[in-house]
């Protein structure tokens, strides 16, 4: 995978928009591998806890905080919201696309089989 410089991933914060994430997530959620079979509204609540999470956690990776965001969720979780181990590949997808990590599966990226 490609990253952006280390430069860019500490300023990205200031510029990441929750309401721009939402809408992306609410567009690209049926896309996603883990979307297939559950609507987009049994997310939302990871979904904002990942943002959240990445703007209090600057130039952190998800690995490093991945604990106190699950405790996190668990604790504002809605009774709709599905279980951590089924949102979790969600929640890491957003701090990918937040950190600027490209993916392979990234729709809005085209196909890349190796870099």
């Known amino acids: ?6 430069a ?5 914060g200031q510029w990441v928009y929750p309401e721009n ?5 609410r567009e690209q959620h049926s896309k996603q591998p883990y979307g ?13 806890t990942a943002y959240s999470s990445y703007l209090k956690n600057p130039g952190k ?11 996190e969720y668990e ?3 809605p009774d709709s919201a599905l279980p951590w181990d089924t949102v979790r ?3 890491s997808s957003v701090w990918e696309r937040m950190a600027g990590v490209i993916s392979p599966r990234d729709p809005d990226r ?6």
């Open 75 to 77: 604790q504002g979780k």
């Open 89 to 91: 590949p969600a929640v």
């Open 36 to 48: 297939k079979d559950h609507p987009y509204e049994q997310f939302e609540h990871a979904y904002r």
């Open 61 to 71: 990776k998800f690995g490093e905080v991945e604990d106190s965001v699950a405790v």
């Open 110 to 115: 085209g196909f890349r089989d190796s870099i």
């Open 1 to 6: 995978m490609q990253r952006r410089s280390e």
């Open 21 to 25: 994430e939402a809408a992306y997530w």
């Open 8 to 12: 860019d991933n500490s300023n990205r």
